[in-house]
């Protein structure tokens, strides 16, 4: 399998068992609810009894949340039964010369994957010469406008976990990110990508707030001048 194909069935793996667990969540809360609230219907005059119906509604609404948005991401997973409806296939043919954005699908992700095949890997991330693939999203090298680096961390059990999230942005501003959990595997990877776009945007949040909170005639004007550089 080649690393398009691979990188399009692991994104279809995740949003197919957030759905799952986004319905299996929905399905218990709208039951457990509903069965709180007719078990309080029955018993009248209880004290505390509008409390135990509140907390019951408090339980049902979320459910019907998570049923709505679990149905509502099926119909867009069934859309993306069809590859030529992802995000990762419609990024490769966007930025291909007309005549090779017509060619198959298989022979689409073969002029990719034929850079890859020499490229470097960083966890989610693949670092060819003329292109960088990562989750769902497909940048040429000369397309890449930002590389940020955000550090995140958790605590539990008294132990503190970070965890580093190197982000791309193209010109259009569509991102795609791969967190580390290892600093030395996120910076050689953040060197990686500079040495492949010295000129994109670069920071940490702040920075992608702001590259992301641009007005479209600035962005339009700052791909201009990134052109001519």
């Not at 590859?83 to 291909?96: A, C, F, K």
């Not at 990110?177 to 996120?186: H, P, R």
């Not at 990877?189 to 776009?197: D, G, K, Q, T, W």
């Amino acid at each position: 399998m080649g690393y398009c194909r691979e990188h399009l069935s692991k994104q279809r793996g995740f949003k197919k068992a957030g759905t799952v667990v986004l319905l299996v969540v929905g399905i218990f809360l709208a039951l457990f609810g509903g069965f709180m609230m007719f078990a309080f219907s029955v018993v009248e005059h209880s004290p505390g009894l509008g409390g135990y119906i509140a907390v019951a509604l408090v339980l049902v609404l979320p459910g019907v949340v998570c049923l709505w948005l679990s149905f509502r991401q099926m119909g867009k997973n069934r859309a993306l039964a069809n590859p030529e409806n992802s995000r990762l296939v419609q990024s490769i043919r966007r930025q291909l010369p007309a005549e090779q954005a017509k060619l198959p699908l298989e022979q689409v992700f073969a002029l990719v994957d034929r850079d890859l095949s020499g490229g470097e890997h960083f966890g989610n991330a693949i670092l060819g010469t003329e292109w960088v693939l990562l989750a769902d999203l497909a940048v040429r090298t000369e397309n890449i406008r930002g590389i940020f680096m955000n550090i995140h961390g958790t605590r539990s059990a008294g132990v503190y976990i970070s965890n580093y999230e190197v982000t791309v942005c193209n010109e259009r501003r569509e991102c795609a990110s791969t967190v580390f959990l290892d600093s030395k595997k996120a910076e050689a990877c953040l060197a990686a990508l500079r040495a492949l776009a010295p000129e994109a945007a670069r920071g940490g949040n702040l920075e992608l707030i702001q590259m992301m909170s641009m007005s479209d005639e600035a962005l339009q004007t700052w791909n201009e001048k990134f052109m001519k550089k």
